[in-house]
């Protein structure tokens, strides 16, 4: 039996009310038969006495069985192989072939934070890990195809996108701003239209660029603000395809002389055509770099020069990260502007500080890597442990509340158990605790009435 941490399907399970589509599924009549919903074919109407909630099979319910039932041994939510999804006011055993899958409902699509995949067969919505996954038209291409250079007026059109579906291209009319002028033939001579203009850019709009993981044609630099001193904007770019190639270049930086490093450290591969970094003479670090290792055949070259010449460079690489442990270094050997991590739990600067930072996340150390935490772990202080291991049943102390050994959002509210619905309420210590028996009973049509309103609490202790 597959099972997961309560935790993390809570928000999930906790919606017994009915969703806005829902609603308007039951006020039109375009509602199946229990039977021909279970078989997916939603076109026959069928007329049939209404119910208050739904309609499982011809019997009035006021929820469908769900996808996952609460097992209480176990203080976690185990698949129920006898579930079904609402579909409008009637509980079927698949949804219709059009729709979508999102929890315990079928859809017509899933909602912005998740993303559409197919499993065994089945379409259904799930949660992005990070930023759902987006393609965007570049430049030159698609609503772009007269766009010669990302500006300001056409920036926004790569927010949240994660893969471009053609070329990234900055030249100085992008980025310093142009003046347009539209010629109009008359039978003389040619008119001039009053001038307009295209904004420089605001180079804090850069960084919409940190979404993008592949750009499928080429990458060409040959503007940038002046303030900026590398391209980690793009430090999770992680492909560059070459579909398209720019004089056979997939990857062109050229006379940036405000450009002191690279910052490409997601860079993982490109697939075609070669590399030309040339005449930034502020540029280091580009030597550092093992640039055949990204490449996919043999043919493709780079060529790197009249850069910053490397013996003139800071000796080190200022973000260079040293796990100490595990390369055995001794403090001598550590790059001056290096961090040096001495566990999972802090970080110390590099000889001649030595001074003890604070670690933006909390991590436990499997073998020579350091892992983050679960985030229903309580981010602890003074360099103690936050967790020893993955998921929430390894925390040091719980964030939110504790269920079993389990650290969870919120204690169970009306989840469905295996025969009835189950309500626990948290104590002084923050730990959840089962309510008495007679609670549920008679409240669950109050909570259901409440649901999308407040949250109900059943009980507060266990004979309340």
């Keep these: 039996m597959e099972v997961v941490s309560a935790q993390n399907a809570f928000s999930e399970q906790l919606s017994l009310g009915l969703s806005q589509e829902q609603k308007l599924f ?14 997916g074919d939603p076109q026959r109407i069928t007329a049939r006495p209404a119910c208050m909630n739904f309609n499982d099979s011809g019997a009035c319910v006021t929820q469908c069985p769900q996808t996952f039932v609460y097992n209480p041994t176990t203080f976690q939510l185990e698949h129920n192989h006898n579930a079904k999804y609402t579909y409008g006011a009637f509980c079927v055993k698949k949804c219709p072939h059009n729709f979508v899958v999102d929890s315990s409902s079928c859809v017509r699509a899933c909602p912005s934070s998740k993303m559409e995949v197919e499993e065994n067969g089945i379409k259904m919505c799930k949660p992005c890990t990070d930023i759902c996954p987006k393609a965007c038209d570049g430049i030159g291409t698609g609503s772009l195809v007269s766009a010669q250079t990302v500006d300001s007026s056409n920036i926004d059109k790569f927010i949240n996108c994660t893969k471009i579906n053609g070329n990234l291209i900055f030249l100085v009319t992008g980025i310093h701003g142009k003046i347009i002028r539209s010629c109009s033939e008359s039978i003389n001579f040619p008119t001039m239209d009053p001038y307009h203009t295209i904004a420089a850019i605001n180079p804090e709009k850069l960084n919409i660029f940190q979404t993008v993981r592949e750009i499928t044609g080429y990458l060409n630099i040959q503007s940038w603000p002046e303030n900026m001193t590398d391209f980690r904007v793009f430090s999770n ?9 720019y004089s056979g270049l ?21 697939s075609a055509g070669n590399i030309y970094i040339t005449d930034n003479s502020n540029l280091c670090y580009y030597h550092t770099v093992n640039w055949t290792s990204l490449f996919s055949t043999p043919t493709q070259k780079t060529v790197i020069h009249r850069n910053k010449r490397a013996e003139n460079c800071s000796k080190y690489y200022f973000s260079m990260q040293i796990f100490l442990p595990v390369t055995g270094l001794l403090w001598e050997d550590i790059p001056v502007a290096s961090t040096v991590r001495l566990d999972c739990v802090g970080v110390w600067s590099s000889p001649p500080d030595r001074l003890l930072m604070e670690w933006e996340f909390r991590e436990f150390a499997n073998g020579s890597v350091c892992v983050e935490c679960d985030p229903q772990c309580e981010k602890m202080e003074d ?4 967790c020893y291991g993955p998921g929430p049943d390894h925390c040091t102390k719980c964030f939110h509340f504790k269920d079993g050994p389990n650290c969870v959002e919120k204690c169970p509210d009306g989840l469905q158990g295996a025969n009835s619905f189950i309500f626990k309420y948290a104590d002084e210590d923050r730990e959840c ?23 109900s609490i059943v009980c507060q202790t266990p004979g309340k």
């Design 383 to 386: 360099n103690m442990i936050t």
């Design 26 to 39: 039951s006020r039109v009549v375009d509602a199946t038969s229990p039977a021909q919903a279970d078989a």
């Design 237 to 245: 770019l992680v492909t560059i395809g070459g579909r398209a190639l």
């Design 250 to 270: 997939s990857l062109l930086i050229l006379k940036q002389q405000g450009i002191t490093s690279l910052q490409f450290q997601s860079l993982k591969q490109i």
């Design 433 to 455: 605790h089962p309510c008495h028996p007679n609670c549920t009973q008679g409240s669950l049509a109050q909570v259901e009435s409440e649901r999308n309103v407040s949250s």
